[in-house]
Nanobody
C-alpha cells in the first residue's frame, strides 16, 4: 500500500489547515489510520487515529478540541482538520496504517505497518 499525505503549508497562529492521506494499492477497510508528527530535534508523536470499522477516534491531549480526524470511504482518504493552530504544532505530519493494532495501543507508532512520506506544517507566531 502507498500513502500520500498532502495539505501542509505555512499558516499563522490561529489559522487552519486540512491534511489528506490517500491510499492506493489497498483500502483502509478494517484498518486504523493514524496521524503522527515529528518536529526538529524531537521524537515522533502520535496525533490522532480513526478506526475504519466503526469510526472511533482518538486524539492526543494537546490537540483535543482543535484537530478532527475523519475518513471518506468512497475516496479511501483520511483527513486531519487542524484548527486554532499553534507554533508548537509545527512539524512534519505523517499518516500511517495499522492492520492489526487494538484500539488500546493505537497511539504506538510501532503498531503501524505502512507510512506515508509526510507533509510539512509550519505555524508562525
Amino acid at each position: 500500500v502507498q500513502l500520500q499525505a498532502s495539505g501542509g503549508g505555512l499558516v499563522q497562529a490561529g489559522g487552519s489547515l486540512r491534511l489528506s492521506c490517500a491510499a492506493s494499492g489497498r483500502t483502509f477497510r478494517r484498518n486504523s489510520v493514524g496521524w503522527f508528527r515529528q518536529a526538529p530535534g524531537k521524537e515522533r508523536e502520535f496525533v490522532a487515529a480513526v478506526s475504519w470499522s466503526d469510526d472511533s477516534t482518538y486524539y492526543t491531549n494537546s490537540v483535543k478540541g482543535r484537530f478532527y480526524i475523519a475518513r471518506d470511504s468512497g475516496k479511501n482518504t483520511v483527513y486531519l482538520q487542524m484548527n486554532s493552530l499553534k507554533p508548537e504544532d509545527t512539524a512534519v505530519y505523517h499518516c500511517a496504517v495499522s492492520t492489526h493494532a487494538g484500539w488500546a495501543i493505537i497511539s504506538q507508532a510501532q503498531q503501524y505497518d505502512f507510512w506515508g512520506q509526510g507533509t510539512q506544517v509550519t505555524v508562525s507566531s
